[in-house]
C-alpha cells in the first residue's frame, strides 16, 4: 500500500525564516509526487509535480525536489502570505491515476 | 474560466439520516473524483470516473456511500445512512485527460458534513 509520511506536523517561522518541509513516501513505481497548498476552508490548490530523482520545480519562494525516498519544499524568505498546509501525494505506476496524500504539513509564517 | 462547483458548502444532520452532495466539474474536464477529508488527515480518494465510467471505487464504503456521474459531466455524492465518522469535508476534484497524469487537479472548496 502506498503510504505518504509528512513532517514536520506543523511549523511555526518568522517572516524572512527559511525553512524545508520534508515528505517521505512508499510506493510501487513512483510515476510521480506532487505538492499542493491548502488555506483554510479551501480545496487544494496544485503547486507541482515532480518525476524522477534530482528534478526540481521552483515557483516564487517555493522550490521542490525530489530524491528516490523522499521530497523536500523548500520555502526561501517566506511571508506571511505563504501561510497554509502544504500537502504532499504519490502516484503510483498503474494506479489509474490515483493520488495517495500525506497528512499535511500546517505552516504558519508570522509578521 | 469557471473552477469546480460544489454545494451544498455545509451540512448538519443527525447519524442514520441521509445527505447529497452535488460537484460540477470544469467544462471539458473527463476525470472527476470525489475525496474525503477528516479533520487534520489529507484528503482520502472515495471514487474517481472517467467521463461516465467508474475507474476507482476501491475505498468507497458502498454499503452507505453511493456516486454518480451524470452524461459524464455532474456528480452527486450520498450517504444513506450517515454515521458519526463520516464526519468531514467532501472535496470534489476534476482534470483534464492529460492532466490525471500531471496530477494537476482542480478542486472545489467542498461540502463540509457534521453528523451528531
Known amino acids: 500500500e502506498d503510504q505518504v509520511t509528512q513532517s514536520p506536523e506543523a511549523l511555526r517561522l518568522q517572516e524572512g525564516e527559511s525553512s524545508s518541509l520534508n515528505c517521505s513516501y512508499t510506493?510501487?513505481?513512483?510515476?510521480?509526487l506532487f505538492w499542493y497548498r491548502q488555506d483554510p476552508g479551501k480545496g487544494p490548490e496544485f503547486l507541482f509535480t515532480l518525476y524522477s530523482a534530482g528534478e526540481e520545480k521552483e515557483k516564487e519562494r517555493l522550490k521542490a525536489t525530489l530524491t528516490k525516498k523522499e521530497s523536500f519544499l523548500h520555502i526561501t524568505a517566506p511571508k506571511p502570505e505563504d501561510s497554509a498546509t502544504y500537502l504532499c501525494a504519490v502516484q503510483a505506476g498503474g494506479s489509474n491515476y490515483k493520488l495517495t496524500f500525506g497528512k499535511g504539513t500546517l505552516l504558519t509564517v508570522n509578521p | 474560466e469557471a473552477g469546480v462547483a460544489q454545494s451544498p458548502r455545509y451540512k448538519i444532520i443527525e447519524k442514520r439520516q441521509s445527505v447529497a452532495f452535488w460537484c460540477n466539474p470544469i467544462?471539458?474536464?473527463?476525470?472527476l473524483y470525489w475525496y474525503q477529508q477528516i479533520l487534520g488527515q489529507g484528503p482520502k480518494l472515495l471514487i474517481q470516473?472517467?467521463?461516465?465510467?467508474?475507474?476507482?471505487d476501491s475505498q468507497l464504503p458502498k454499503d452507505r456511500f453511493s456516486a454518480e456521474r451524470l452524461k459524464g459531466v455532474d456528480s452527486t455524492l450520498k450517504i444513506q445512512p450517515a454515521k458519526l465518522e463520516d464526519s468531514a469535508v467532501y472535496l470534489c476534484?476534476?482534470?483534464?485527460?492529460?492532466?490525471?497524469?500531471?496530477?494537476?487537479?482542480?478542486f472545489g472548496e467542498g461540502s463540509r458534513l457534521t453528523v451528531l
Open positions: 476534484a476534476s482534470s483534464r485527460l492529460q492532466g490525471a497524469n500531471t496530477g494537476e487537479l482542480f
Open positions: 467544462s471539458g474536464h473527463a476525470t
Open positions: 470516473f472517467q467521463n461516465n465510467g467508474v475507474v476507482d
Open positions: 510506493v510501487s513505481g513512483l510515476r510521480g
